[in-house]
């Protein structure tokens, strides 16, 4: 299995940007899919963008495509999503998540989750 911790999250004003960092151990990074899944008060899980395992391809929803970048770093074991442009309905707890082999565009598909981290744009 692998474990995740997400960083970077904070307080911003809208137009602003902000890139947060999950870091995975555990287990083989190259093995999973990797994603960021918010979740605003109130509404479902929402997977905003997703990356597969070499980093070739990429999934955004729509709220976001064109404003947020997802990438990976699989020498640091590292995901990260680089957000801009902010709105303040991209206010949510961002999780990192983890999918096995494969590229998840459902939060049901991933197998393992950080804690969460918090982003709050004021608008």
């Given at each position: 299995?692998?474990?995740?911790v997400?960083s970077?999250?904070?307080?911003?004003?809208?137009?602003?940007s902000?890139?947060?960092?999950c870091?995975?151990?555990?287990?083989?990074?190259?093995?999973?899919?990797?994603?960021w899944?918010?979740?605003?008060p109130?509404?479902?899980?929402?997977?905003?963008?997703?990356i597969?395992?070499?980093?070739?391809?990429?999934?955004?929803?729509?709220?976001?495509k064109?404003?947020?970048?997802?990438?990976?770093?699989?020498?640091k074991?590292?995901?990260?999503?680089?957000?801009?442009?902010?709105?303040?309905?991209?206010?949510a707890?961002?999780?990192?998540?983890?999918?096995?082999?494969d590229?998840?565009?459902?939060?049901?598909e991933?197998?393992?989750?950080g804690?969460g981290?918090?982003?709050?744009?004021?608008?």
């Amino acid at each position: 299995q692998v474990q995740l911790v997400e960083s970077g999250g904070g307080l911003v004003q809208a137009g602003d940007s902000l890139r947060l960092s999950c870091a995975a151990s555990g287990d083989i990074f190259t093995r999973y899919g990797m994603g960021w899944i918010r979740q605003a008060p109130g509404k479902e899980r929402e997977v905003v963008a997703a990356i597969n395992l070499s980093g070739g391809i990429e999934y955004y929803s729509d709220s976001v495509k064109g404003r947020f970048t997802i990438s990976r770093d699989n020498l640091k074991n590292t995901v990260y999503l680089q957000m801009n442009r902010l709105k303040g309905e991209d206010t949510a707890v961002y999780y990192c998540a983890a999918v096995l082999h494969d590229l998840g565009t459902r939060p049901a598909e991933y197998d393992y989750w950080g804690q969460g981290t918090q982003v709050t744009v004021s608008s």
